[in-house]
């Protein structure tokens, strides 16, 4: 069966240091994948999609870079986080060619202090 | 651009009662419509999409395309339907139907 995980689970940085956050899924071979940030009243931001290695769409202009290194693994990194950073991201996956059940990791709460 | 909106972020009734979260969508095509839940201390999942007309934990939701709405309904909510729910829409054009635009959420409170 599919899984997805997504380290480190908690995470507390200063302004100003760089950030990693990896996820990889398990079981499938070329899944879409996903980072949103979700936030309290902002609901689920989608940052950036990837439909293969090495492609990597950005939707919301910002402090944070993604990429796709491998099939299953997918990074969000920052060079210098800032404190609106904060928030809970939250990396998921669907079947290559469609979108419309994404499979959720269990996030990461990142505070940026 | 395609938008959701979830007017509630808060909605609280008793257990028994009737339940509508509602969902309005802007988008100049055809959609799919779906509606994600997220209990606590669980991951975020897909409860249902309105292709499949189909009835989840006695949750229905019907996409009327003339007021651009997909309100998610149940007759009688229970104390475990408490959670937060995501409407979302998949735009069915170029390089859009790899992506869910969601809304805001709704916290759905249950009360005994």
């Known amino acids: 069966s599919q899984t997805i995980h997504q380290w480190p689970a908690t995470l507390v940085q200063p302004v100003g240091s760089p950030l990693s956050l990896e996820c990889t899924v398990e079981g499938t071979s070329n899944p879409n994948l996903y980072w949103y940030r979700q936030a309290a009243g902002r609901g689920l931001q989608l940052l950036f999609y990837?439909?293969?290695?090495?492609?990597i769409s950005s939707e919301v202009p910002q402090n944070l870079s993604a990429s796709r290194p491998q099939d299953r693994q997918f990074i969000l990194s920052s060079k210098k986080l800032l404190l609106s950073d904060s928030g809970f991201y939250l990396c998921?996956?669907?079947?290559?060619?469609?979108?419309?059940?994404?499979?959720f990791g269990p996030g990461t709460r990142l505070t940026v202090t | 651009a395609q938008r959701v909106t979830q007017p509630e972020k808060l909605l609280s009734v008793f257990k028994g009662a009737p339940v509508e979260l509602k969902c309005n969508y802007s988008y100049s095509g055809s959609p799919e419509l779906f509606w994600y839940v997220q209990y606590s201390r669980q991951r975020l999942q897909l409860l249902l999409r309105?292709?499949s007309r189909e009835s989840i934990k006695g949750f229905t939701a019907d996409l009327n395309k003339g007021e651009t709405s997909f309100h998610l309904k149940k007759p009688f909510a229970q104390e475990e339907d408490s959670a937060m729910y995501y409407c979302?829409?998949?735009?069915?054009?170029?390089?859009?139907?790899?992506?869910?635009?969601f809304g805001k959420g709704t916290l759905l409170t249950v009360n005994p």
């Open positions: 979302a829409l998949r735009a069915n054009s170029g390089g859009s139907n790899y992506k869910l635009t």
């Open positions: 998921a996956w669907s079947v290559g060619g469609s979108s419309y059940e994404q499979y």
């Open positions: 309105h292709i």
């Open positions: 990837s439909v293969g290695i090495g492609q």
